[in-house]
């Protein structure tokens, strides 16, 4: 007789079943992978390309390689430079002040309507209703609200209230007023989407965390500080995250309103919208993926910072 040396049981199953989760996890994530190569990775890869060269939109001249003088002029020659470092801290001005007034404006209103009320559901559809509005459609709206003339809906309301004392103020072409205006329509239009976020998050929250807390005689501020705080933190952490990214990518409305609106050009341009004036009015393709370039760049090395700082605890 031969004697088998005995295996231990579910060693040889427990490698291939892990394997067989890695090809589970690897084709459902296949269609996002594929999205985000083909839609994100090769269109900036191609903006890479043609940062290193001249290429003018409608030119007869073949385009010409330029290495690295795009980005060399985008930081040193002050014609290109001083718009694009304005546009930058256009940008960075919008998310600093959108991020934290939208992600607690979403907060709130996700705590408010997390209540068990006859129709709830209608609420929560009229707060969630603008981020279904294209940006288009929301600009020409608080155009309209914005207008000049006494005509513009703020105006007529302000004018009414002062007892006919109140000058047709105009909000979009005024550099104090340009920006908050953006803001604004902004967070108005995109609030309702991490309300929903959050939403979710506050649903997951055992009840039986507020019964304690209850019992323990704690107050609202106390049981929102220590448990519902706590409970959708690492939720809170992913919509202030998704924001920002959002903030940055600011480019409809501005553009819009600066074309049709009379926005303030100025106080309001952002980076994309340098970057889209200067391929498409300029006709400096190669000038404006290197615009693209530098931004995405700043962009990624933000938001590492920011998960890095605010990243959630790591969970037991």
Known sequence: MTSEKPTRPGRSARPTRKN????????????????????????????????????????PLAPSFFGLEQYRR???????S???????LNNLTFAGIVVPLQTALALALAILLNRKLKAIGLFRSFFFMPVVFPMALVAVIWRLILARSDQGMLNSVLDLVSFGNWGAFNWLGDAATAMASIIVLSVWQGVGFQMVILLAGLQQIPTELYEAARLDRASRWQQFR??????????????????????????????ILIRGGGLDEESTRTVMYEAVTTAFDQNNVGQASAITVVFFVIVVVLTLIQRRV???GKED
């Open 74 to 80: 985008l930081f040193t020659d002050p014609d290109l």
């Open 226 to 255: 220590h448990v519902t705080l706590p409970g959708i933190r690492g939720t809170l952490v992913f919509v202030a995250m998704l924001t920002s990214v959002l903030s940055f990518r600011v480019f409809d409305q501005v553009y």
């Open 20 to 59: 067989r989760d890695w090809v589970h996890g690897l084709a459902m994530s296949a269609p996002a992978v594929v999205g985000l190569i083909a839609f994100v990775g090769v269109p900036f890869g191609y903006a890479v390309v043609l940062s290193f060269y001249n290429v003018r939109l409608g030119s």
């Open 310 to 312: 605010v990243r959630p």
């Open 82 to 88: 001083g718009p694009f470092l304005r546009a930058l």
